[in-house]
């Protein structure tokens, strides 16, 4: 079994690479953010596709990255999202769900550009908020992170991602990411607008919705 666990941007390359030693009998998996723009470089490299490629995105991570912060508990009970292609083999799909539920993982299967679409709300766009606010205090007080409580921390945490990874995810998943960035600044629209108008109900039920809807995910 092999698999790559690169920024997807450098996946083309990989693949050209790995080519000449593909054998028939290998299971090939992935861990990148991003499922279409994996299809499109398979498509690319083997003029069409690559029947024991099975793309799939472990949802679990670190903002830290490297060896040094390795961690064997890292998939337990974490979700991985496996985006079967048509041609795949069903028993090596197995072999690759086993392989994620033998570390510790829940296993869910969807089509990639559910997977895309999903994720560009759920990961990638936390992302781009966290980047943005934290280049946003620095351009506005240098010294605004000596002022800045736990809140900030835990918001700004992910902002310490690696930058290469986050460049290729942007790159590679534009259009999904592009949507919810629009779609968030219409959320926070309606924010400006109800904090303009000094109304309170409107503060009140939206804080309160995002409060009962957060503390339902965690209890």
């Known amino acids: 079994m092999i698999i790559i666990a690169t920024p997807v941007g450098s996946y083309e390359s990989i693949l050209k690479e790995m080519k000449p030693h593909i054998a028939t009998n290998m ?4 861990v990148g953010s991003t499922k279409v723009s994996v299809i499109e470089a398979i498509k690319s490299v083997f003029d069409g596709t690559l029947d024991n490629f099975i793309p799939a995105h472990p949802i679990a ?7 040094e912060v390795s961690d064997d508990n890292l998939f337990v009970n974490k979700k991985v999202i496996i985006t079967p292609l048509e041609n795949n083999n069903s028993e090596s799909i197995k072999i690759l769900t086993k392989m994620w539920e033998r570390v510790g993982a829940e296993v869910d299967f969807m089509t990639p550009k559910s997977h895309d679409d999903l994720l560009g709300m759920t990961s990638h766009l936390p992302h781009m908020l966290a980047f943005s606010l934290v280049n946003y205090l620095i351009s506005q007080h240098p010294e605004a992170s000596v002022y800045a409580a736990g809140g900030f921390k835990d918001f700004s945490r992910i902002a310490s991602g690696d930058a290469i990874m986050w460049r290729d995810i942007c790159l590679h998943n534009r259009d999904s990411i592009i949507a ?3 779609g968030y600044q219409e959320s926070l629209n309606t924010l400006v607008d109800a904090i303009d108008s000094q109304n309170e109900k409107q503060l009140e039920t939206l804080f309160r919705k995002a409060k009962n809807t957060r ?5």
């Open 215 to 219: 503390d339902s995910w965690i209890d």
């Open 61 to 67: 991570g670190k903002e830290k990255s490297g060896f």
């Open 27 to 30: 299971v090939i998996s992935d």
């Open 180 to 182: 919810h960035i629009k």
